[in-house]
């Protein structure tokens, strides 16, 4: 199955009161496997950046003002995300930022539906406790030292991490080599490949065996079949 963890970085808190979407990084998964496709991307909000959100993410405006307006980059976002599951971090805050920018770029919204709330997904496993981003990565010891502020797309990859372990799927893989598979990997994709649990039996009969071992004989020390160890039947 195909997904996309996402995450965005804005001006503020609510898009009805004119905040606008900033930033947007993307990550998929297959099977709940990091496939290493990305889509990031900046954007100019066309407003000023609030002091507050600032030291949220570092973005200024006169860096924002380098980069392409929502609607420039919409289409290459849509393909990329298609019709996957979304999975977000507090996601409807996310949904709700980008679909403002979709609604005023005149292109259809995304379905409430289509989101998986990662931290719904931890409150339910790790009730009672704090479950921000930065506690899911210290409790499933996941490397976040990079993250001195917040990004989209380094947030977004310490998310598919953390979602990979709310929902257990390294365990399920573990599982799978445990109970006679292994790993293998097709078109960059991992995929669980059986194990025969015991060798076939040889097919050579005796007989040629026999006959194998007479025929080296013949080569002289020197053959090359020498250098193999013993020959069958030897």
């Known amino acids: 199955m195909r997904e996309i963890v996402f995450d965005t970085e804005t001006t503020g808190l609510d898009p009805v009161q004119g905040h606008r979407l900033v930033e947007i990084g993307c990550v998929e998964l297959l099977n709940r496997f990091p496939t290493g496709r990305t889509f990031h991307k900046y954007v100019n909000p066309q407003r000023d950046m ?3 959100a600032f030291n949220v993410h570092g973005l200024s405006i ?32 996310d ?14 919204v995304f379905a409430r539906d289509r989101i998986i709330d ?19 990565c210290a409790r499933y010891k996941i490397d976040n030292s990079k993250r001195t502020k917040h990004g989209a797309l380094l947030d977004a990859e310490l998310l598919a991490e953390v979602y990979i372990e709310l929902t257990d799927a390294r365990q399920t893989t573990l599982g799978l080599v445990a109970s006679g598979s ?26 040629e065996q026999i006959a194998h071992a007479a025929f080296i004989a013949t080569l002289g020390d020197s053959a090359v079949w020498k250098s193999y160890g013993k020959s069958i039947g030897q």
Do not use: C, W
């Open 182 to 207: 292994r790993t293998v990997f097709v078109g960059g994709h991992a995929a669980a490949s059986r194990v025969r649990p015991a060798p076939l039996m040889p097919r050579v009969t005796a007989d």
């Open 95 to 108: 949904l709700a930022f980008v679909n403002s920018e979709l609604d005023l770029s005149k292109r259809p």
């Open 50 to 52: 609030p002091i507050e």
């Open 62 to 93: 006169e860096f924002l003002r380098q980069h392409g307006l929502f609607h420039e980059i919409a289409e290459e976002f849509l393909d990329f995300v298609a019709d996957a599951p979304l999975v977000a971090h507090n996601g409807y805050f």
């Open 118 to 136: 990662t931290l719904m997904l931890a409150r339910r496993k790790h009730p009672g406790v704090s479950n921000k981003l930065d506690d899911l």
